[in-house]
Protein backbone atom coordinates (compact mmCIF):
# COMPACT_ATOMS: atom_id res chain seq x y z
CA UNK A 1 0.00 0.00 0.00
CA UNK A 2 1.49 3.11 -1.09
CA UNK A 3 2.28 5.39 2.14
CA UNK A 4 2.47 9.50 1.57
CA UNK A 5 3.19 11.14 4.46
CA UNK A 6 3.37 15.19 4.99
CA UNK A 7 4.88 16.11 8.10
CA UNK A 8 1.91 18.30 9.51
CA UNK A 9 -1.66 18.40 9.49
CA UNK A 10 -1.93 22.24 10.83
CA UNK A 11 0.70 25.16 10.85
CA UNK A 12 0.09 28.34 11.39
CA UNK A 13 2.78 30.98 10.23
CA UNK A 14 3.65 34.46 10.28
CA UNK A 15 3.56 36.82 7.26
CA UNK A 16 7.19 37.11 5.83
CA UNK A 17 8.37 33.47 7.60
CA UNK A 18 9.86 31.33 5.66
CA UNK A 19 7.87 27.82 5.92
CA UNK A 20 8.55 24.54 4.55
CA UNK A 21 6.03 22.39 3.90
CA UNK A 22 7.85 18.18 4.06
CA UNK A 23 6.51 14.97 2.15
CA UNK A 24 7.66 11.32 1.70
CA UNK A 25 6.77 8.34 0.04
CA UNK A 26 8.05 4.81 0.78
CA UNK A 27 7.50 3.72 -2.62
CA UNK A 28 10.39 4.34 -4.40
CA UNK A 29 8.77 6.46 -7.13
CA UNK A 30 10.18 8.67 -9.41
CA UNK A 31 7.92 11.55 -9.54
CA UNK A 32 6.52 13.81 -6.57
CA UNK A 33 3.95 16.90 -6.72
CA UNK A 34 2.88 19.55 -4.83
CA UNK A 35 -0.47 20.70 -4.95
CA UNK A 36 -2.72 23.65 -3.69
CA UNK A 37 -6.33 23.13 -2.84
CA UNK A 38 -8.60 25.99 -2.71
CA UNK A 39 -12.64 25.79 -2.43
CA UNK A 40 -14.11 26.25 -5.77
CA UNK A 41 -10.38 25.65 -7.83
CA UNK A 42 -9.59 22.01 -7.31
CA UNK A 43 -6.20 21.34 -7.03
CA UNK A 44 -3.55 23.64 -8.89
CA UNK A 45 -0.11 22.03 -9.35
CA UNK A 46 2.64 24.37 -7.95
CA UNK A 47 5.56 22.21 -8.80
CA UNK A 48 6.77 18.61 -9.54
CA UNK A 49 10.09 16.38 -9.51
CA UNK A 50 10.64 13.68 -11.84
CA UNK A 51 13.87 12.40 -10.18
CA UNK A 52 16.29 13.67 -7.49
CA UNK A 53 17.45 17.19 -7.92
CA UNK A 54 14.70 17.93 -10.97
CA UNK A 55 12.19 19.58 -10.59
CA UNK A 56 9.26 21.80 -12.93
CA UNK A 57 6.96 24.51 -12.43
CA UNK A 58 3.16 23.80 -12.56
CA UNK A 59 0.26 26.82 -12.97
CA UNK A 60 1.05 28.71 -9.94
CA UNK A 61 4.69 28.63 -9.13
CA UNK A 62 4.83 32.14 -8.00
CA UNK A 63 6.18 32.36 -4.52
CA UNK A 64 6.99 29.16 -3.85
CA UNK A 65 10.57 26.57 -4.77
CA UNK A 66 10.94 23.11 -3.99
CA UNK A 67 13.86 21.15 -2.98
CA UNK A 68 14.63 17.63 -4.08
CA UNK A 69 17.74 15.99 -2.28
CA UNK A 70 16.42 12.61 -2.04
CA UNK A 71 14.31 10.00 -3.92
CA UNK A 72 11.56 9.75 -1.11
CA UNK A 73 11.45 13.51 0.13
CA UNK A 74 10.20 16.25 -2.17
CA UNK A 75 9.81 19.50 0.05
CA UNK A 76 7.78 22.61 -0.73
CA UNK A 77 9.08 26.08 0.91
CA UNK A 78 7.73 29.50 0.91
CA UNK A 79 10.44 32.02 1.13
CA UNK A 80 8.18 34.67 2.51
CA UNK A 81 4.70 33.58 3.41
CA UNK A 82 2.24 35.51 2.56
CA UNK A 83 -1.66 35.69 3.45
CA UNK A 84 -2.88 34.16 -0.06
CA UNK A 85 -0.88 31.63 0.64
CA UNK A 86 -3.09 30.40 3.25
CA UNK A 87 -4.65 27.11 1.82
CA UNK A 88 -4.68 23.50 2.15
CA UNK A 89 -0.85 21.80 0.14
CA UNK A 90 -1.54 18.26 -1.02
CA UNK A 91 1.41 16.35 -1.77
CA UNK A 92 1.51 13.40 -4.32
CA UNK A 93 3.41 10.76 -6.22
CA UNK A 94 3.47 8.41 -8.75
CA UNK A 95 5.32 5.87 -10.70
CA UNK A 96 7.06 6.69 -14.02
CA UNK A 97 5.32 5.21 -16.66
CA UNK A 98 1.82 5.33 -14.59
CA UNK A 99 -0.45 8.58 -14.89
CA UNK A 100 -2.07 7.17 -10.97
CA UNK A 101 -1.22 9.73 -8.37
CA UNK A 102 -1.11 8.36 -4.40
CA UNK A 103 -1.87 11.70 -2.09
CA UNK A 104 -0.95 12.64 1.42
CA UNK A 105 -3.79 13.69 3.73
CA UNK A 106 -2.56 17.24 3.24
CA UNK A 107 -1.30 20.44 5.43
CA UNK A 108 -3.65 23.19 6.36
CA UNK A 109 -1.49 26.62 6.15
CA UNK A 110 -2.38 29.20 7.41
CA UNK A 111 -0.78 32.68 7.29
CA UNK A 112 -1.82 35.46 9.58
CA UNK B 1 -2.69 23.32 -21.56
CA UNK B 2 -5.62 20.75 -20.55
CA UNK B 3 -9.32 22.60 -18.82
CA UNK B 4 -11.41 20.56 -17.04
CA UNK B 5 -14.61 21.55 -15.91
CA UNK B 6 -16.86 20.29 -13.57
CA UNK B 7 -20.44 20.32 -12.41
CA UNK B 8 -22.18 20.29 -10.77
CA UNK B 9 -20.17 22.21 -7.59
CA UNK B 10 -22.79 20.82 -5.20
CA UNK B 11 -24.91 17.89 -4.80
CA UNK B 12 -27.34 16.81 -2.48
CA UNK B 13 -29.09 13.55 -2.77
CA UNK B 14 -31.61 10.76 -0.82
CA UNK B 15 -29.82 7.84 0.26
CA UNK B 16 -30.75 4.69 -2.30
CA UNK B 17 -31.04 7.58 -5.28
CA UNK B 18 -28.15 7.94 -8.20
CA UNK B 19 -25.75 10.77 -8.49
CA UNK B 20 -24.06 11.85 -11.64
CA UNK B 21 -21.25 14.03 -11.90
CA UNK B 22 -19.72 15.48 -15.42
CA UNK B 23 -16.59 16.66 -16.46
CA UNK B 24 -15.43 17.90 -19.85
CA UNK B 25 -12.02 18.43 -20.89
CA UNK B 26 -10.29 20.36 -23.95
CA UNK B 27 -7.47 18.13 -24.79
CA UNK B 28 -7.73 16.09 -27.09
CA UNK B 29 -4.38 14.73 -26.28
CA UNK B 30 -5.77 13.30 -22.60
CA UNK B 31 -6.35 9.75 -22.56
CA UNK B 32 -6.58 8.93 -18.69
CA UNK B 33 -9.13 10.23 -16.33
CA UNK B 34 -9.30 9.39 -12.69
CA UNK B 35 -11.92 10.24 -10.70
CA UNK B 36 -10.83 10.79 -6.67
CA UNK B 37 -13.21 11.35 -3.46
CA UNK B 38 -11.97 13.16 -0.81
CA UNK B 39 -13.85 12.53 2.36
CA UNK B 40 -13.17 15.42 5.17
CA UNK B 41 -9.74 15.67 6.84
CA UNK B 42 -8.56 12.42 4.19
CA UNK B 43 -6.64 12.70 1.81
CA UNK B 44 -8.22 12.02 -2.13
CA UNK B 45 -8.06 8.29 -2.84
CA UNK B 46 -9.02 6.98 -6.40
CA UNK B 47 -11.99 5.39 -6.73
CA UNK B 48 -12.12 4.80 -10.40
CA UNK B 49 -10.17 5.34 -13.62
CA UNK B 50 -10.53 5.31 -17.53
CA UNK B 51 -8.92 5.13 -20.29
CA UNK B 52 -9.92 6.59 -24.08
CA UNK B 53 -9.73 3.15 -25.27
CA UNK B 54 -12.73 2.49 -23.41
CA UNK B 55 -16.34 4.28 -23.07
CA UNK B 56 -17.29 2.57 -19.87
CA UNK B 57 -16.23 0.53 -16.79
CA UNK B 58 -17.80 0.00 -13.94
CA UNK B 59 -16.94 -1.15 -10.38
CA UNK B 60 -19.58 -2.33 -8.00
CA UNK B 61 -22.30 0.99 -7.52
CA UNK B 62 -19.77 3.44 -9.18
CA UNK B 63 -19.28 3.47 -13.06
CA UNK B 64 -17.45 5.91 -15.18
CA UNK B 65 -18.56 6.87 -19.16
CA UNK B 66 -16.25 8.88 -21.49
CA UNK B 67 -17.33 10.21 -24.62
CA UNK B 68 -14.29 11.02 -26.58
CA UNK B 69 -15.98 12.37 -29.22
CA UNK B 70 -17.71 15.21 -27.00
CA UNK B 71 -14.54 15.14 -24.73
CA UNK B 72 -16.94 14.56 -21.36
CA UNK B 73 -16.97 11.85 -18.90
CA UNK B 74 -18.95 10.56 -16.00
CA UNK B 75 -18.96 9.45 -12.85
CA UNK B 76 -22.26 7.91 -11.97
CA UNK B 77 -23.15 6.64 -8.22
CA UNK B 78 -26.23 4.18 -7.69
CA UNK B 79 -28.01 3.32 -4.43
CA UNK B 80 -25.77 5.89 -2.82
CA UNK B 81 -24.99 5.66 0.93
CA UNK B 82 -24.70 8.44 3.32
CA UNK B 83 -20.80 7.13 3.24
CA UNK B 84 -20.32 8.49 -0.38
CA UNK B 85 -20.62 11.96 1.31
CA UNK B 86 -17.45 13.20 -0.11
CA UNK B 87 -16.17 15.87 -2.62
CA UNK B 88 -15.38 14.38 -5.24
CA UNK B 89 -12.69 15.53 -8.22
CA UNK B 90 -12.25 14.42 -11.58
CA UNK B 91 -9.14 14.96 -13.69
CA UNK B 92 -7.38 14.37 -17.00
CA UNK B 93 -4.27 13.83 -18.21
CA UNK B 94 -1.76 12.73 -21.01
CA UNK B 95 -0.31 10.17 -19.44
CA UNK B 96 2.67 11.90 -18.11
CA UNK B 97 3.03 13.89 -15.05
CA UNK B 98 0.59 16.48 -16.36
CA UNK B 99 -2.79 16.14 -14.61
CA UNK B 100 -5.56 18.48 -14.43
CA UNK B 101 -8.21 18.57 -12.02
CA UNK B 102 -11.77 19.62 -11.75
CA UNK B 103 -12.98 22.16 -9.20
CA UNK B 104 -14.54 19.30 -7.62
CA UNK B 105 -18.41 18.49 -6.38
CA UNK B 106 -19.42 17.89 -2.72
CA UNK B 107 -21.90 15.37 -2.42
CA UNK B 108 -24.12 15.18 0.14
CA UNK B 109 -26.20 11.83 0.78
CA UNK B 110 -29.42 12.34 3.17
CA UNK B 111 -30.28 9.59 5.08
Known amino acids: DVKVTQSSRYLVKRTGEKVFLECVQDMDHENMFWYRQDPGLGLRLIYF???????EKGDIPEGYSVSREKKERFSLILESASTNQTSMYLC???????????FGAGTRLSVL | GENVEQHPSTLSVQEGDSAVIKCTYSDSASNYFPWYKQELGKRPQLIIDIRSNVGEKKDQRIAVTLNKTAKHFSLHITETQPEDSAVYFC??????????FGAGTRLTVKP
Open chain 1, 92 to 102: ASSQTGSPIQY
Open chain 1, 49 to 55: SYDVKMK
Open chain 2, 91 to 100: AASRGNNDMR
